[in-house]
């Protein structure tokens, strides 16, 4: 199998990561990657379709999830407000949000290991760090107004 066709179902089943989502809505487009050599850990760095690619399916399950539109995700965001924060100022619940989240990613690497376009192993180490993943992406802080990130 192609490398890129690996890495990009790998970027869409379980990288929702928080420079790749960030990308999606923050005005300076910041993106990661994790630097591994595992493909299984690839964010899809240097890969700009595959980025496309994730933000697109993290923002449908997101948007479809709040029942809201890009655009109003798009500027809640902007606006420093973290996913968990816009979700709860909806009335939604964020754990609901992180299981549509993880159940898509899920879903998406049963189909690939299915169609032989992925080995069980690799999917069972996606799945394994898509929660965490999730956690990170949905309690970021996106936008013109975010504070910086505290220093350890």
């Given at each position: 199998?192609?490398?890129?066709?690996?890495?990009?179902?790998?970027?869409?089943?379980?990288?929702?990561?928080?420079?790749?989502?960030?990308?999606?809505?923050?005005?300076?487009?910041?993106?990661?990657?994790?630097?591994?050599?595992?493909?299984?850990?690839?964010?899809?760095?240097?890969?700009?379709?595959?980025?496309?690619?994730?933000?697109?399916?993290?923002?449908?399950?997101?948007?479809?999830?709040?029942?809201?539109?890009?655009?109003?995700?798009?500027?809640?965001?902007?606006?420093?407000?973290?996913?968990?924060?816009?979700?709860?100022?909806?009335?939604?619940?964020?754990?609901?949000?992180?299981?549509?989240?993880?159940?898509?990613?899920?879903?998406?690497l049963d189909q690939l290991v299915?169609?032989?376009?992925?080995?069980?192993?690799?999917?069972?180490?996606?799945?394994?760090?898509?929660?965490?993943?999730?956690?990170?992406?949905?309690?970021?802080?996106?936008?013109?107004?975010?504070?910086?990130?505290?220093?350890?």
């Open positions: 199998m192609d490398m890129k066709k690996l890495v990009a179902t790998v970027a869409l089943a379980g990288a929702v990561t928080v420079g790749t989502a960030g990308a999606a809505f923050a005005a300076d487009g910041s993106g990661s990657g994790s630097g591994a050599t595992d493909p299984s850990a690839q964010t899809g760095k240097g890969h700009p379709a595959l980025r496309r690619a994730v933000r697109r399916g993290a923002v449908k399950v997101i948007t479809d999830t709040l029942g809201v539109s890009r655009q109003d995700l798009r500027a809640a965001l902007k606006g420093g407000q973290t996913i968990s924060q816009y979700a709860t100022s909806l009335g939604k619940d964020p754990q609901a949000l992180k299981d549509a989240l993880v159940k898509a990613a899920d879903t998406k299915a169609d032989g376009k992925l080995q069980q192993d690799r999917a069972d180490t996606i799945k394994g760090k898509v929660p965490a993943r999730v956690d990170t992406l949905l309690n970021r802080q996106f936008g013109q107004h975010a504070p910086a990130a505290p220093q350890s």
